[in-house]
């Protein structure tokens, strides 16, 4: 967290622009500031400082819970990343959720029927959900469900049915990748000298799976997704942007288009807690749920 607020800070402080003066052309609405505002103002945001001294006074307020205010908005940091970082956070959720419905029977499938149509087709969709980028599968998700069927709106925000396409659209790489460790895992699973006991002693294939395979095959697709949900908060700012939600992504970008120098910030310093926590979370996962991790720790 340390380490992503320095490189942030060091970055801002060599991108070109004046933040004082693109902030004055906002709030004026003028192209041409007048010197001695844009003078007040520099010396206002600090930066007139070098910019490891500004970056020790900004650090030293956000130990103490302040994080500055948007000079666009006059509004806390804090206040607006609480107002957007719950859109985010549904639309993170809501792939995921969409990426475990999908994937997991996908990946179960294809292992079950090595070689078959559906292995195929499971590798199929692997590689073109990869390969397509992300604006071009929103647009065709735009195309397809908002404006050729009109089953959901494409932009703004409101009930669930704002968070559909959107959702689908982040969630589309991850059901990739997620299918295909699922294949993997189930077929490692199924090969372990446990199955071929449970097999000899004349239980079906289907208590065989639901009791015994299942359980050990999805450790490690849950390890992976759970890594996953801190980044897919980062691939929020491109699907955010496209779909008009009022989200962290959004916002983040909005700060840096306007070099909101303590709204960038704090958006950066909250991916990063994000990213932190999650991982956190999925260590103290895979320590109870693998024997193995916990007789490491032991």
Request: hydrophobic letters at 50%; glycine letters at 8%; proline letters at 5%.
């Amino acid at each position: 967290m340390v380490g992503i607020s320095l490189i942030t800070f060091t970055v801002i402080s060599l991108s070109p622009g004046d933040p004082a003066e693109i902030t004055l052309r906002a709030t004026l609405g003028t192209e041409s500031p007048p010197k001695e505002a844009v003078a007040i103002l520099h010396k206002e945001m600090g930066l007139d400082d070098p910019w490891y001294v500004s970056y020790l006074k900004w650090i030293s307020r956000v130990v103490h819970g302040d994080l500055g205010y948007s000079y666009q908005t006059k509004r806390s940091t804090l206040e607006e990343i609480r107002y957007a970082l719950p859109t985010t956070f549904y639309l993170a959720s809501l792939s995921m959720l969409f990426s475990a419905i999908i994937a997991i029977p996908l990946g179960i499938a294809a292992a079950l029927r090595q070689n078959g149509p559906v292995d195929h087709l499971c590798r199929l969709t692997s590689i073109v959900c990869l390969s397509s980028p992300e604006y071009f599968i929103a647009i065709v998700f735009m195309l397809i469900g908002g404006i050729h069927l009109g089953i959901f709106p494409v932009a703004g925000t409101g009930g669930i049915e704002y968070f559909i396409l959107p959702s689908l659209t982040l969630s589309v790489g991850l059901i990739a990748i997620t299918a295909r460790i699922m294949r993997t895992s189930m077929i490692e699973t199924l090969e372990q000298d446990y199955i071929r006991t449970a097999r000899a002693k004349g239980l079906n294939r289907r208590k065989i799976i639901q009791r015994h395979a299942l359980k050990n095959a999805l450790l490690p697709v849950i390890i992976y997704m759970g890594t996953q949900f801190g980044w897919i908060f980062g691939g929020a700012v491109t699907i955010e942007s496209i779909f008009a939600l009022p989200g962290l992504g959004r916002l983040l970008v909005n700060s840096v288009s306007s070099m909101d120098i303590m709204v960038m910030q704090g958006c950066m310093l909250t991916f990063a807690v994000i990213v932190v926590l999650i991982n956190l979370f999925v260590d103290l996962v895979q320590f109870y749920l693998d024997p193995s991790v916990r007789a490491q720790g032991e």
